[in-house]
């Protein structure tokens, strides 16, 4: 009996805090449906973001500020590639992947425990209807979300799941399946793409810091041709992107990983009615484009 007492004793704590979150999880599902809640694009850039006090992460602070709390966060984000599937993360507490190395040990301690949204994530699911989404609970957050989110939520207290990208498909699929997802908007669900529009590691020029602009003329003009499109709301351009800037796109945009998650945020969003406007625009080690937009209010 008293091994009995000593287990529910050591338990509680822990099954406290899953039930924490479980209500927390449970009252983001309904609360009052707010506002349309706009998409996002953010480009996360490296890793050391999270941990330094830079102009970018300085931004994204002052940002997640400015933004109306939504009930959960969709995140798709350019390191969750699933090819041949499409996947959605359903974990009640999905845990924090450190997918990454060479990086300090500060950044391998750093958690971002938010609660998961299975509820929403299996609306989610089910919304989407050219593919079967299937839900997973092997995945958690990986740095593509969490670096971010760890500056725009830093309490780490709205719930978040994660959408993977099937590699397979072409950028047409990808921009169709967020427009199949736009109605998590009316829910109270901020969609938020992350990767970057020009990232190609092979060609860095310096390991970190911010730049107003691109150390190589490719990266500057493929990042000028995106920034044009969404002043112009031309989503096809931005679809058609191996066609946008010539031929600075092939070196700019190398593998569509981080370039994808774009066109999930545009598709979201309403071409006709939603501008696009780049809230942040900046160069890291040379050639990666930090651009951040917004679409909606």
Same mark, same amino acid.
């Given at each position: 009996?008293?091994?009995?007492?000593?287990?529910?004793?050591?338990?509680?704590?822990?099954?406290?805090?899953?039930?924490?979150?479980?209500?927390?999880?449970?009252?983001?599902?309904?609360?009052?449906?707010?506002?349309?809640?706009?998409?996002?694009?953010?480009?996360?850039?490296?890793?050391?973001?999270?941990?330094?006090?830079?102009?970018?992460?300085?931004?994204?602070?002052?940002?997640?500020?400015?933004?109306?709390?939504?009930?959960?966060?969709?995140?798709?984000?350019?390191?969750?590639?699933?090819?041949?599937?499409?996947?959605?993360?359903?974990?009640?507490?999905?845990?924090?992947?450190?997918?990454?190395?060479?990086?300090?040990?500060?950044?391998?301690?750093?958690?971002?425990?938010?609660?998961?949204?299975?509820?929403?994530? %299996?609306?989610?699911? /089910? #919304? !989407?209807?050219? =593919? $079967?989404? *299937?839900?997973?609970?092997?995945?958690?957050?990986?740095?593509?979300?969490?670096?971010?989110?760890?500056?725009?939520?830093?309490?780490?207290?709205?719930?978040?799941?994660?959408?993977?990208?099937?590699?397979?498909?072409?950028?047409?699929?990808?921009?169709?399946?967020?427009?199949?997802?736009?109605?998590?908007?009316?829910?109270?669900?901020?969609?938020?793409?992350?990767?970057?529009?020009?990232?190609?590691?092979?060609?860095?020029?310096?390991?970190?810091?911010?730049?107003?602009?691109?150390?190589?003329?490719?990266?500057?003009?493929?990042?000028?041709?995106?920034?044009?499109?969404?002043?112009? %709301?031309?989503?096809? /351009? #931005? !679809?058609?992107? =191996? $066609?946008? *800037?010539?031929?600075?796109?092939?070196?700019?945009?190398?593998?569509?990983?981080?370039?994808?998650?774009?066109?999930?945020?545009?598709?979201?969003?309403?071409?006709?009615?939603?501008?696009?406007?780049?809230?942040?625009?900046?160069?890291?080690?040379?050639?990666?484009?930090?651009?951040?937009?917004?679409?909606?209010?």
């Amino acid at each position: 009996m008293s091994s009995r007492r000593q287990f529910l004793r050591q338990a509680a704590g822990p099954l406290a805090a899953l039930g924490a979150l479980a209500r927390l999880a449970g009252a983001a599902m309904a609360a009052p449906t707010p506002a349309r809640m706009p998409t996002l694009f953010i480009g996360h850039g490296s890793p050391m973001n999270a941990i330094q006090d830079n102009g970018f992460s300085r931004f994204l602070r002052s940002w997640g500020g400015r933004l109306p709390r939504p009930r959960a966060i969709l995140m798709v984000s350019a390191h969750w590639l699933t090819p041949g599937t499409t996947a959605v993360g359903v974990q009640a507490r999905p845990r924090t992947i450190h997918d990454f190395g060479g990086f300090p040990k500060a950044l391998f301690d750093m958690e971002y425990p938010a609660p998961g949204a299975p509820g929403f994530a %299996r609306e989610a699911a /089910a #919304l !989407v209807l050219r =593919t $079967r989404v *299937a839900p997973r609970e092997d995945w958690g957050l990986d740095h593509g979300s969490w670096t971010v989110l760890h500056h725009l939520y830093p309490a780490a207290d709205v719930p978040v799941f994660q959408l993977s990208i099937d590699f397979d498909k072409p950028a047409a699929y990808h921009h169709a399946l967020g427009r199949e997802l736009a109605p998590l908007r009316e829910r109270g669900v901020l969609i938020v793409g992350s990767g970057n529009v020009v990232h190609n590691l092979r060609v860095l020029d310096h390991a970190e810091g911010l730049a107003a602009s691109a150390s190589r003329p490719w990266a500057q003009a493929f990042d000028d041709g995106v920034r044009r499109a969404l002043a112009g %709301r031309d989503d096809m /351009a #931005l !679809v058609n992107y =191996t $066609r946008l *800037a010539g031929e600075a796109a092939a070196t700019a945009v190398p593998t569509p990983d981080h370039y994808l998650p774009l066109l999930y945020a545009l598709g979201a969003s309403d071409s006709m009615s939603e501008p696009a406007a780049s809230v942040f625009e900046g160069f890291q080690a040379g050639t990666i484009s930090m651009r951040c937009v917004q679409f909606g209010a």
